[in-house]
C-alpha cells in the first residue's frame, strides 16, 4: 500500500464496527500541485481511506489471518471540497463477513455532517501467514488488540 489514509482508529468492534480519524494536512503528498491556490483532498482519496478503515474490522474478526483487497464500490458518493486543517470522522460497518471475504458500508463526517457515504464495499480476503504482522501493524493506528 502507497498511501495510509487514516491517522487513528478510535473505536474498534471487530466483526461489526470501526471508527477513526483522518486529519488532512498541508503537508499531504496528494495535495502537490492539486489545486495550488486552493489545495483540497481528492474525493477518491477519501473514499480510499473509508475503505482502507473499513476493512480492519473484517481483519481483526478474523484474527489477523488474511487481509482484505478491494473488490467492489456501489452507491458512492464522493465529497466535494475538504480543505488542509479538516478532520474527518470514519465509521464502517461490516455486514457480513467469511473466510473467503467481506462486505460493509461506511460513512465520512466532518462536523457532523455526512461528506462521504459508501453504500456497499465488497472486499476479496487474501490469507497471511504471519498474523503477528498486521496486529503490529494495527498497532500504528493507536490500537491494541
Not at 478474523?62 to 465509521?91: E, F, N, Q
Not at 463526517?109 to 480476503?125: F, K, N
Amino acid at each position: 500500500m502507497r498511501f495510509l489514509l487514516f491517522d487513528r482508529i478510535t473505536h474498534l468492534e471487530p466483526g461489526k464496527r470501526i471508527e477513526g480519524v483522518k486529519c488532512v494536512s498541508m503537508t499531504e503528498e496528494f495535495l502537490r500541485g492539486h489545486f495550488d491556490r486552493a489545495p483540497c483532498m481528492p474525493g477518491s482519496q477519501v473514499i480510499e481511506a473509508m475503505v482502507q478503515l473499513t476493512a480492519w474490522a473484517a481483519i481483526a474478526k478474523h484474527d489477523y489471518k488474511l487481509s482484505c483487497v478491494l473488490s467492489m464500490l456501489d452507491d458512492v458518493k464522493v465529497p466535494a471540497d475538504i480543505r488542509p486543517g479538516t478532520t474527518i470522522h470514519i465509521t464502517g460497518e461490516l455486514m457480513g463477513t467469511n473466510p473467503k471475504g467481506s462486505f460493509a458500508k461506511a460513512t465520512a463526517t466532518v462536523d457532523g455532517e455526512v461528506v462521504a457515504s459508501i453504500g456497499r464495499v465488497l472486499y476479496a480476503h487474501v490469507p497471511m501467514p504471519d498474523p503477528d504482522t498486521l496486529r503490529e501493524r494495527l498497532s500504528y493506528f493507536g490500537y491494541t488488540p
